[in-house]
């Protein structure tokens, strides 16, 4: 199937940077990094990304396509609104496709799941062909998944929680 995004890639603007306020200190430039342990206090971890498209199947490509920077446009507007904490966001054109990629590590939860599940519900509702993945771990998480990963798959313009195999969990797989 040929990408209709491909037709508006130039005059879609990039957008890139910190979602909140945290300083713009890299992390891996700190002299302490490799001593750091990351489970001294609890965190909270998302990453996720989309790829945007307008549709899964060809029928209507030419109707579709005249909404297309429409649509981009409040998938963007959406994204700057969405207070996702201090993480990382970053949406742009890539060889006629867009994504948007999404992480962070957070003290603390903070209603951060919710959040993202709606913008993920959105983009679902108004870009009905994208798909993507969003993958949460809070390691303060009441309900018996603190050693876990959940992860939520985006396509068809539905949103399922899937059980992680790849890295729950987490002690063993990833930490001792």
Not at 12 to 33: C, H, K, Q, Y
Not at 61 to 69: A, D, R, T
Not at 152 to 174: H, N
């Amino acid at each position: 199937m040929k990408s209709r995004m491909a037709k508006t890639s130039n005059r879609w603007p990039t957008i890139s940077g910190r979602v909140g306020e945290d300083s713009l200190r890299n992390p891996l430039m700190a002299p302490d990094f490799p001593n750091q342990r990351r489970r001294e206090e609890a965190m909270f971890e998302y990453h996720g990304w989309i790829t945007l498209r307008d549709s899964f199947s060809e029928e209507g490509e030419n109707e579709v396509i005249s909404n297309l920077s429409v649509v981009l446009s409040l998938i963007k507007e959406t994204l700057l609104q969405s207070e996702l904490g201090n993480g990382l966001v970053d949406m742009r054109p890539v060889n006629g496709n867009h994504y948007i990629a999404l992480n962070a590590f957070q003290n603390h939860e903070a209603g951060l799941t919710e959040r993202l599940l709606q913008f993920y519900r959105y983009v679902a509702e108004e870009a009905v062909g994208s798909y993507g993945l969003l993958y949460i771990h809070d390691d303060e998480d009441t309900g018996g998944a603190d050693n876990e990963f959940h992860v939520y798959v985006l396509a068809k313009g539905r949103i399922e929680k899937k059980r992680d195999t790849f890295l729950s969990p987490c002690i063993p797989t990833i930490e001792e």
